[in-house]
């Protein structure tokens, strides 16, 4: 997540008739009592008033974002969604300048590979990592899971490895452990997205492409064992306000620093998610930072199913 460096019908016919048609694309087939999920809270950020974050917000509004990772339960194999903030964390953090440790602090530091050991749970379960992205607060984890294959689009790893802090910090890829696997979408249409992948093919978790936010930004449809349906969007919007009112982050944020890879693309992004609540409020849409959405979810070592 990049933060400012000063302040913190007949088209509409057809995509029903698609929604519909990929809604039922939606049913597990697995052993209906075995996929399920639990948020990790990783750390949480210093905090900032909600029109920082997002367009329509509101100044006497206060939030404070949170850096998350996603275990998913599967009968094939355990998946993971982004990894929060890791073990090394404080290491990785001198990549920065004074200014921005300072911008980006973090609060209540909690890995995901520090939970798991105390909870007995044995990570090497882990099927897949997928990442929504590769800023630092999604992939500070990745080397705390050796040799666990990290399921990323080609031009996001080229972005990262060749970016910057404070969006990327280098020391987060120099482990020779991380198992890098590039995969690459069909022209599948899912959901009213283009692209998708279908990881274990019973419809369960499935993979959408969200490039904008970053190069190849993904966006992962869960369907638990109760048939409830989660859409992970990673930073597309920080906070679910921003699917609600299709707004994007504040213009003097892309003013000030460039916040997004492509920034038109991210705004029809929202737009595609926007459309998607409206059309069908059964999904619920999980922005990766959003504090208020994060607490109603299972909270590790807590699942729902």
Request: charged share 20%; hydrophobic share 40%; no cysteine.
């Amino acid at each position: 997540m990049k933060l400012p460096r000063l302040i913190l019908p007949f088209v509409f016919a057809v995509s029903v008739f698609n929604s519909q048609a990929d809604e039922r694309s939606l049913s597990p087939s697995g052993n209906a009592e075995t996929i399920g999920f639990s948020v990790i809270h990783t750390a949480k950020s210093a905090g900032a008033q909600e029109a920082m974050v997002v367009s329509s917000g509101s100044w006497w509004t206060r939030r404070q974002l949170v850096q998350t990772a996603v275990l998913i339960q599967h009968p094939n194999g355990d998946v993971m969604i982004d990894t929060g903030l890791g073990i090394n964390i404080d290491k990785q953090f001198e990549d920065n300048g004074f200014l921005d440790s300072q911008l980006f602090k973090y609060e209540e530091l909690y890995p995901a590979a520090t939970q798991f050991k105390d909870n007995e749970y044995d990570w090497t379960r882990l099927n897949r990592i997928v990442p929504t992205h590769l800023h630092w607060d999604h992939a500070s984890g990745l080397e705390d899971f050796p040799d666990i294959p990290v399921w990323v689009q080609e031009r996001e790893y080229e972005e990262a490895t060749h970016g910057k802090p404070p969006a990327h910090l280098p020391s987060q890829f120099a482990s020779s452990r991380i198992a890098w696997h590039f995969f690459e979408m069909s022209d599948q249409p899912y959901a009213g997205f283009a692209k998708s992948l279908d990881i274990y093919g019973d419809g369960s978790i499935v993979l959408v492409d969200l490039s904008g936010h970053s190069a190849g930004q993904v966006g992962i449809f869960l369907t638990v064992s109760s048939g409830k349906r989660y859409f992970f969007i990673g930073d597309t919007t920080w906070t679910l306000k921003g699917v609600e009112d299709n707004a994007s982050r504040p213009g003097f944020l892309n003013w000030m620093v460039k916040i997004d890879y492509n920034e038109a693309q991210n705004s029809s992004q929202i737009e595609n998610i926007h459309d998607l609540k409206v059309r069908d409020d059964r999904v619920t849409i999980v922005p990766a930072h959003d504090e208020i959405v994060m607490a109603k979810l299972p909270r590790y070592p807590e699942f729902e199913f």
